[in-house]
């Protein structure tokens, strides 16, 4: 298991941007670095979603939903990824996970609100 730490969720209005962060404090390198990961979320009421994914070289990929508006980047010397979310809408709301998928390991969640 990896223990991986979300944060940077937050209540924001319509149109606003909020930055994840995702980190795998207690995972050496060589555990963390060679993982795709990826970014879920899961609103009330829906089955957890895959919102986008990032290889261990870089690669990326998005649900059509966020395309254009968010971004997946990994830092592996910080053992971190992030989600930079633009343009925020209404349904985008929902508890968000980090996902390191060699370990089928997920975080805790961070909550994401986003106001008319």
């Known amino acids: 298991q990896v223990y991986l730490v979300e944060s940077g969720g937050g209540s924001v209005q319509a149109g606003e941007s909020l930055r994840l962060t995702c980190k795998a404090p207690r995972t050496i390198t060589s555990v963390f670095n060679p993982s795709p990961m990826a970014w879920y979320r899961q609103a009330p009421g829906k089955q957890r979603a895959l919102v986008a994914q990032?290889?261990?070289?870089?690669?990326?990929n998005y649900a059509d939903s966020v395309k254009g508006r968010f971004t997946i980047s990994r830092d592996n010397s910080r053992k971190t990824i992030y989600l930079q979310m633009n343009s925020l809408l209404p349904e985008d709301t929902a508890v968000y996970y980090c996902?390191?998928?060699?370990?089928?390991?997920w975080g805790q969640g961070t909550q994401v609100t986003v106001g008319q």
């Open positions: 990032i290889s261990n070289a870089g690669r990326t």
């Open positions: 996902h390191h998928l060699q370990s089928m390991s």
